[in-house]
């Protein structure tokens, strides 16, 4: 009877550590050290913002937007030097792209000019792959004369612009 007596009573002593220390371990686990070595709270409050939370989101809001306007005013006043390239040309069509430059908004203006007659095209620039393609330009309905064309390719957008080298075409 003596010995069940102090089993209990030992096991009755284990018990409430166990409980006393686990209890410690579920509360300390609530709280963290966060990098300045203060102890902070995980609890999440659930509450609507007050209204100095608020007023401190939209100034937050107001400066981000303000760096990105900055980044953008930064970025459009440095233009990328690029070198057009004509890619196919022959009597009906000339092609070409700008390798370095992956844009939608660009403009190719092809340039044929055969002493003092000058011929002007513009199509639109467009991502493809990995570079910019010009829409093709047709070329077949604008009455050339016979004889040997020059043809330069320039690019503009408002980050990148360039011409390329000349290419003569016989007609």
């Given amino acids: 009877m003596k010995n069940s007596k102090k089993l209990l009573i030992t096991t009755a002593i284990i018990s409430i550590a166990g409980c006393v220390f686990f209890y410690i371990?579920?509360?300390?686990?609530?709280?963290?050290?966060?990098?300045?070595?203060?102890?902070v709270s995980k609890n999440i409050n659930l509450a609507p913002a007050?209204?100095?939370?608020k007023m401190q989101s939209e100034t937050s809001k107001e400066n981000i937007e303000k760096t990105n306007n900055s980044n953008k005013q930064s970025a459009?006043?440095?233009?990328k030097n690029v070198m057009p390239v004509?890619?196919?040309?022959?009597?009906?069509?000339v092609r070409g792209f700008i390798s370095g430059v992956f844009e939608n908004d660009g403009i190719?203006?092809?340039?044929?000019?055969?002493?003092?007659?000058?011929?002007?095209?513009?199509?639109?620039?467009?991502?493809?792959?990995n570079f910019t393609q010009c829409s093709p330009f047709d070329i077949s309905?604008?009455?050339?004369?016979k004889g040997v064309w020059?043809?330069?390719?320039?690019?503009?957008?408002?980050t990148s612009e360039g011409t390329s080298n000349t290419k003569d075409l016989s007609l």
């Avoid at 007050?50 to 939370?53: F, I, K, L």
Wanted: with cysteine; glycine share 4%.
């Fill in 50 to 53: 007050s209204p100095a939370d």
């Fill in 25 to 39: 371990k579920l509360n300390d686990s609530k709280k963290t050290i966060n990098p300045s070595g203060n102890s």
């Fill in 86 to 93: 004509i890619s196919y040309y022959d009597a009906s069509t």
């Fill in 141 to 145: 309905q604008k009455n050339l004369n």
């Fill in 150 to 158: 020059t043809i330069t390719l320039s690019y503009k957008s408002i």
């Fill in 76 to 79: 459009a006043t440095t233009i």
């Fill in 108 to 129: 190719c203006t092809i340039t044929l000019t055969q002493g003092t007659s000058i011929l002007t095209e513009r199509t639109k620039g467009f991502e493809n792959s």
